[in-house]
């Protein structure tokens, strides 16, 4: 197992789209809910700064492993659509930084777009809606575990690179026809771990080489 530690540049602004937690009060209209609440649509931490789930990137992976559909070498035509799927985690959230700084739920800039109502394009009905959005330039760092050693370094890199130009995170990313959230990696630092479990069978005890 390996893990890899990696910064993702921004190219395009990335936005959020996350669901509303709190309810409509009595005679609030649509309108005055949205004004009141939009901010609500970013991933914030308990201390408000805001961060990318982690899942994000997965899913953007293995988008992207079934996309290319590379060959794994000696293996006909496997490919490593399976092996980005049940072999590629990522436990922590990935907090956001633009000009060096934390991007700050308090401090997100919306973006209002006349949208369809259900989500879903050519619904008929369009309402407006506003949208966290940070600019281009913003930079993350996220720690990925690849389990899979059919994965090599080189194989997962490659599949990184083409999640960013054409996967995209959050709303509106080239995955869904837009183009928000491409992103260039930067500056992997690899790290081989490996796992023993103890003889309990309860815990196990992580060793890391580089």
């Excluded at 893990?3 to 609030?28: C, D, H, I, W």
């Excluded at 700064?49 to 899913?59: Q, S, T």
């Excluded at 259900?118 to 008929?124: F, I, L, V």
């Amino acid at each position: 197992m390996q893990s890899v530690t990696v910064r993702l540049q921004g190219e395009t602004p990335y936005s959020q789209s996350a669901p509303f937690l709190s309810k409509r009060e009595n005679k609030e209209s649509a309108d005055e809910f949205e004004k009141r609440c939009w901010k609500e649509r970013a991933h914030a931490m308990p201390d408000g700064r805001v961060f990318i789930p982690p899942m994000a990137l997965v899913y953007a992976l293995q988008s992207t492993a079934q996309l290319l559909g590379m060959q794994v070498k000696g293996r006909g035509k496997s490919t490593y659509t399976k092996h980005f799927k049940a072999g590629v985690l990522i436990t922590d959230p990935m907090l956001l930084s633009l000009d060096s700084k934390p991007v700050m739920v308090s401090e997100v800039e919306g973006k209002w777009y006349y949208v369809d109502a259900n989500g879903k394009r050519g619904s008929g009905t369009r309402v407006w809606r506003c949208y966290p959005e940070i600019p281009a330039g913003w930079e993350t760092e996220a720690t990925i575990y690849v389990l899979d050693d059919t994965i090599t370094r080189e194989v997962f890199e490659e599949h990184l690179f083409e999640a960013g130009r054409f996967r995209g995170l959050g709303r509106f990313r080239p995955e869904n026809g837009g183009f928000f959230g491409r992103f260039t990696p930067e500056k992997f630092q690899w790290t081989k771990v490996e796992s023993k479990a103890r003889a309990n069978g309860k815990s196990a005890e992580v060793t890391a080489s580089a």
